[in-house]
């Protein structure tokens, strides 16, 4: 079958609308053909495995679905569809890039039952995901899904803080032998495997509509199993953010009898580089659910809460009132920023507190006054405040006028969980609200099928400084290759006050980060996060008026990537276009390290080259940085010495 060139903005699919019988095994090639998905059915169970430039990574793997009780499929396939799809997507929120290609095989294979298994094969990935047509009004859902590597890989296993599966997700990535994670707590996705060479496999799922997220269990073998939290019977209420599972079924979803299921996906790329332009987990995704979309607006947001509102040098007492706020909103509008959030303070705490605002602050004032400097309103919000009064608080917000709301302390990603992120997107576009989601599960795609939900965290940022030292350089340099591949990552960085590894101390209402200026100014670049915090005081950016340029400019989606250092764990640089104008970041772990990047992604002429770096006394006092201006053109390099936890960001213009 010819395969139809790529043409921008065209669907090219062809679908073989008359079955053909099965010839086990099924092999489903992507359209370079380094990756292959196989499905036998031959020995009476369905098996999976996995294949990547002719290694094989997963090695045939048993896999089925249990509906009210009985084990499926039990019948070999009946049949076997095959489609292919060349077209060019066009995210509505950008993030490293303004178009990518969504190219694949795919072939769908059908069971008896009502059962079948749809899989596609990527040029960076492979993904399966179950289908059923079933006339149950209601079905009692467990999967069995493993992955048998064919190696004991190293593997980066997500270890999520909390307890079980109650969890905001904030997962440390220790590596380990997959043998090794035997007897570990059970970890969340996404899963980093490291094959050898510099190739890697990143494991993941997409499209957690109506299902619950999925966990890993290691074994005393190169298996890992997956498991998912249970559905909830009764919930608990602990304290005032807290609801807790009390009462769990013996299966995981309850669903209806005709639907599609949550892909399965496993990202495969050559290099480390590949993970960072991975399209895989966007692709898989539903498409936008949204016909307007205009109103939907990416940008800097002033943000309160890491700071703790400690403002000083102002004629005022900082705090949860009119002038703080309106000092936050006059500093967003200084620094171009088209938001600030009010979190946690701003209302009665717990449910039915949500609408009742605190008589220090007159919300509709602080609206009108944020309009009048061209900036919006978010407001936080706990997950159990927002969910007791759902209805009136949207009419509320849109009456009040804001912009988006930041909700927080989910903690879990069961059915009913994840079910509650579904309709608070969807509720909150109703009302052209953005979404922020804090203290839950990881992106599923969720962003694309409902793209104001704009960002998550689900990351262990930059408030974790606050009371611990795991937000440091050498997670720093771990995420963009881990939890960054999957969506949208709301870190939070901008820490004015900036510690080496010696000196630094956790400290809650006077925080600092741990690595250098320079680092901190380079994760805008390297993050991707359509709405990006300014975390710290407005009285600390003025005072350090060196970076304020570089933070004023610095967009928040990106029209193109180039990647041009990809070392895990380790160093990663990337370049970044926003129209015409490049900018660079780049970051270390706690080894110092020295970095020569290519600027041969400029066109033809001179440019200036504005570059924030880290100072010559760096490696003593973190908040030493150097800003530099030269002419550069596309033949020159960016020569940078990196001190440990340090980075470099910089800003080209024609």
Not at 394 to 412: L, N, P, T, Y
Request: hydrophobic content about 40%.
């Amino acid at each position: 079958m010819k395969i139809p060139n790529l043409r921008q903005g065209i669907l090219a699919s062809t679908l073989l609308l008359s079955p053909s019988l099965t010839a086990a095994p099924v092999e489903i090639t992507s359209p370079d053909g380094t990756n292959v998905l196989t499905v036998d059915d031959s020995d009476g169970s369905i098996r999976y495995a996995i294949t990547s430039a002719g290694q094989e990574v997963v090695a045939p793997t048993p896999i089925g679905i249990t509906l009210n009780g009985t084990a499926l499929p039990h019948s070999k396939a009946k049949a076997v569809r095959e489609n292919q799809v060349r077209e060019t997507v066009k995210p509505v929120v950008p993030t490293f890039s303004a178009s990518f290609p969504d190219a694949f095989n795919e072939k769908w294979i059908q069971f008896d039952d009502g059962v079948s298994l749809r899989c596609r094969a990527y040029d960076d990935g492979v993904a399966f995901r179950w289908e059923t047509s079933r006339n149950d009004e209601e079905m009692e859902v467990n999967e069995d899904l493993r992955i048998s590597f064919t190696e004991d890989f190293p593997v980066f296993f997500p270890a999520p803080n909390g307890d079980g599966f109650f969890s905001h997700q904030e997962c440390l990535y220790p590596r380990m032998k997959v043998s090794e994670t035997a007897g570990k707590k059970n970890a969340s996705v996404p899963l980093l495997v490291e094959r050898g060479d510099d190739r890697w496999m990143l494991v993941s799922d997409v499209n957690v509509e109506g299902y619950p997220g999925m966990w890993l269990e290691g074994t005393d073998s190169t298996t890992i199993q997956a498991v998912f939290p249970p559905y909830p019977l009764e919930t608990k209420l602990d304290g005032h953010l807290n609801l807790k599972v009390a009462k769990a079924a013996d299966y995981i979803a309850r669903t209806k009898g005709t639907r599609t299921f949550p892909w399965r996906a496993f990202a495969l790329t050559d290099d480390a580089a590949g993970l960072l332009t991975s399209t895989l987990f966007y692709n898989l995704a539903e498409p936008s659910r949204l016909k307007n979309t205009e109103w939907i607006r990416p940008g800097l947001v002033a943000w309160d809460w890491w700071n703790a509102n400690n403002i000083y040098g102002v004629p005022f007492r900082a705090g949860f009132n009119q002038e703080t706020y309106k000092h936050y909103i006059d500093f967003a509008s200084e620094m171009g920023a088209g938001y600030i959030i009010l979190d946690e303070g701003w209302s009665k705490p717990g449910p039915g507190g949500l609408l009742e605002v605190v008589p220090e602050i007159d919300m509709p004032a602080l609206v009108k006054y944020g309009h009048s400097k061209k900036v919006d309103i978010i407001l936080w919000m706990g997950s159990v405040a927002l969910e007791h009064d759902f209805d009136r608080a949207f009419d509320q917000f849109s009456e009040w006028g804001i912009a988006g709301i930041k909700v927080d302390f989910m903690q879990r990603d069961d059915q009913v969980m994840m079910d509650f992120l579904y309709r608070t997107a969807e509720e909150a576009a109703k009302h052209r609200l953005l979404v922020d989601f804090h203290g839950g599960s990881k992106p599923t795609g969720l962003s694309r099928t409902w793209p104001n939900m704009v960002t998550t965290e689900s990351v262990c940022g930059l408030e974790q400084n606050k009371w611990g030292g795991d937000a440091n350089p050498d997670m720093a340099v771990l995420l963009p290759f881990t939890r960054m591949v999957v969506g949208p990552m709301d870190y939070t960085p901008g820490a004015m006050v900036n510690q080496q590894k010696n000196t630094f101390r956790p400290m809650n209402d006077t925080p600092t980060s741990q690595g250098t200026r320079a680092q901190q100014l380079a994760m805008y670049v390297v993050y991707l996060s359509p709405l990006q915090m300014l975390a710290d005081s407005p009285t600390h950016y003025r005072r350090n008026p060196e970076s304020l340029p570089f933070l004023k400019a610095v967009p928040t989606t990106w029209d193109e990537t180039r990647v041009l250092k990809a070392d895990v764990g380790r160093c990663v640089a990337v370049a970044r276009r926003k129209g015409n104008e490049w900018f660079i970041g780049g970051l270390t772990s706690w080894e110092a390290c020295d970095l020569e990047l290519p600027l041969d992604f400029l066109g033809t002429g001179s440019f200036e080259m504005t570059v924030w770096k880290d100072g010559i006394n760096a490696d003593r006092n973190g908040n030493d940085v150097a800003v530099e201006t030269r002419s550069v053109a596309a033949k020159d390099r960016l020569t940078v010495h990196l001190a440990p936890g340090g980075g470099v960001a910089a800003m080209i213009r024609k």
